[in-house]
């Protein structure tokens, strides 16, 4: 009895022993497997990175606008479209590629976004993109960035391979990261006009028709630390090292390494989120040794405010542009008698003239012609007054010329000025590069803020824009017009024979205080519950905060149109300003200057200065 007694207690001891082994040997799995995320939360939102596009051109390059790719400019891509945030393209060549920001032409008015608001390479560095592009003929494809300058000298960043139909987000670090037969670096350029993306590249032998799809592109400065993103977990009992990922679209899109080299025992990282767009994110842990993941709740990164100056404006003050002002009869609704000329063929250059035209609702007073020769041209008719140079400085147009655009063959227009109608007495613009209208009927805005600054063709008989001119001209292209073009009114020749429509001109003094002046905004912000706080300033120069900026506006603001009338006081030194906007939400502030400058001046304007 006591051995059995004895014989059932060792059993037992034996069977705790194992069962407290067997336990041994689980409890490190269970500690290992409890990888949590405790930050980001839900509550948090990380300042958007510095981006050029939100903070140079005040417009992000999100696809939300048929500007974010300049489409007239694409090489070897067809099927071009923008829709629900994301640009489109199918590549019908090897060097398909797509300009974000197009430099402009070389001896020319040049008014690209790259020539008016260069990049400067000592601030921007990482260019990232969010895209995907399918593999036709199984050839992987390569996306990359190529950086110019107007006068066509270029840079080739590092080419990046994409997955099959999948999106992908890389980075190019433009300092490190760039094409070994590139003849130049990212910083050989203190400022870069152009940048053109290549979006689907074959490795292999070219097969056309690689689809790809942009959804958002961003170059950026390196960040600061309100730019990047706190991220901690908890993993008790793991010796493996971590890659911190971001996951955009709330944890279910894209995936972006943020480091994959963080090493054991760590708990916590400021991770650099300043590369990617505003947006929802989830962050990933994941062990390198088992790849075992865990997601933070989904936090924000901000979508910065965006705000435009609406005045003062490149047009400068078209309230008091010349023709209203001093001759009393506007350039536009068009009429015969706003021309100096006839244009009317044989005496003038065109055939068709008609008011309005044949595609304008009845009663819309536009010009309406197609040139006989490669030599149309408007004289304006200044009622036998004369243009004060130092008054009237910006000029713009609303012109449509029809057809493709082809820069070798003469889509380009021009202004003339001086005191007579002959060569021998009037000056030349260099030329102004036209809109593509092919297939369209879209009116085109073309404006010149100074027409003292204007480029000129060699010996400008008509001297520069000053003292006083009693001719302008303006030739609309100079295209040769096709055998086929005749008088017909059929519309399938209106492309063919490059008709033309004229709308509207204006030549406007700057805007002038009198004695003060209504700034006008429009503010934009995905985040509209934010607050908001405005501040104008007058800015000598275009450099943000070196000291000599003069606040006249300081408060609170709501998204949408709004205004400030500024009575003038206190006075600022006379001169002229450029008007500089800073907006902040509680994350991000943004800095934008108006397109036209204000003049503070103590003279009042009564059909011209005095």
């Known amino acids: 009895m006591i051995s059995r007694l004895v014989s059932t207690r060792v059993i037992s001891v034996d069977f705790v022993r194992k069962l407290l082994c067997a336990q041994c040997l689980l409890l490190p799995a269970l500690a290992v497997g409890a990888l949590s995320v405790t930050q980001p939360t839900a509550s948090t939102t990380i300042a958007a990175g510095d981006d050029y596009a939100t903070q140079i051109l005040g417009n992000a390059w999100d696809m939300n606008d ?77 996306s990359r960035l190529v950086f110019y300058q107007v006068n066509g000298t270029f840079g080739l960043g590092a080419y990046h391979a994409l997955p099959n139909n999948a999106y992908i987000i890389f980075t190019n670090d433009m300092m490190t990261q760039i094409d070994g ?70 944890g279910t899109g894209a995936s972006y390494i943020l480091s994959s080299t963080v090493p054991s025992g760590t708990t916590s990282l400021l991770a650099d989120t300043s590369f990617l767009a ?15 993941t865990a997601n933070s709740a989904t936090f924000r990164i901000n979508s910065p405010p965006q705000i435009t100056m609406n005045t003062p404006n490149v047009a400068g003050d078209v309230t008091r542009d010349f023709a209203s002002s001093v001759t009393g009869n506007s350039w536009g609704p068009f009429s015969a008698t706003d021309f100096a000329v006839t244009p009317v063929a044989p005496t003038g250059h065109f055939n068709l003239v008609s008011y309005p035209s044949p595609t304008t609702p009845p009663g819309t007073s536009v010009f309406y012609g197609r040139p006989v020769d490669a030599d149309p041209q408007w004289f304006l008719n200044l009622a036998g007054h004369v243009i004060d140079t130092s008054i009237y400085r910006s000029l713009c147009f609303d012109m449509l010329v029809y057809g493709p655009r082809d820069f070798g063959a003469g889509a380009v227009a021009r202004i003339f000025w001086g005191n007579g109608t002959t060569a021998a007495t009037m000056s030349t613009s260099q030329d102004i590069v036209l809109d593509d209208n092919l297939g369209d009927s879209i009116v085109n805005q073309y404006c010149i803020r100074d027409l003292a600054a204007v480029p000129l063709e060699p010996n400008p008989n008509g001297g520069a824009w000053s003292g006083t001119k009693s001719v302008l001209r303006i030739d609309p292209n100079e295209f040769t017009p096709s055998a086929g073009c005749s008088t ?12 033309i429509r004229l709308d509207k001109v204006t030549l406007s003094p700057f805007a002038r205080t009198n004695p003060g002046y209504t700034f006008q905004w429009s503010l934009t912000d995905a985040n509209a519950s934010d607050a908001h706080l405005l501040r104008l300033y007058l800015d000598p120069d275009t450099i943000p905060f070196n000291g000599n900026e003069i606040l006249v506006y300081n408060s609170a603001v709501s998204t949408g149109a709004g205004q400030y009338a500024w009575p003038g006081s206190p006075a600022p030194p006379l001169g002229t300003y450029n008007v500089m906007a800073v907006v902040d939400d509680p994350y991000n502030e943004v800095v934008q200057y108006a397109g036209g400058p204000l003049v503070v001046s103590d003279e009042i304007f009564r059909n011209g200065f005095q």
């Open 278 to 292: 505003p947006g929802q994110y989830q962050i990933q842990v994941k062990r390198n040794a088992d790849n075992v």
């Open 181 to 250: 037969s590139s003849p130049h670096q990212w910083t050989d350029f203190p400022q870069v006009t152009g940048l053109r993306v290549d979006p689907a590249t074959p490795g292999g032998a070219f097969t056309s028709g690689s689809q790809f799809s942009i959804e958002w592109i961003r170059l950026t400065s390196p960040a600061t630390a309100g730019e990047k993103t706190p991220v901690a977990w908890s993993d008790s009992g793991s010796a493996s090292s971590y890659s911190i990922i971001a996951v955009d679209n709330a």
């Open 66 to 142: 048929v500007i974010d790719i300049d489409t007239e400019e694409s090489l070897n891509v067809t099927s071009q479209n923008f829709g629900s945030g994301v640009f489109s393209g199918v590549t019908t060549a090897a060097d398909a590629n797509v300009y974000p920001l197009f430099e402009g032409q070389l001896s020319s008015i040049n008014l690209s976004r790259g020539a008016n608001f260069p990049v400067d390479t000592s601030r921007y560095r990482y260019f990232t993109v969010k895209m995907k592009a399918t593999q036709p003929g199984a050839p992987t494809e390569f």
């Open 488 to 499: 017909s009114t059929n519309p399938a020749l209106y492309d063919t024979c490059h008709d």
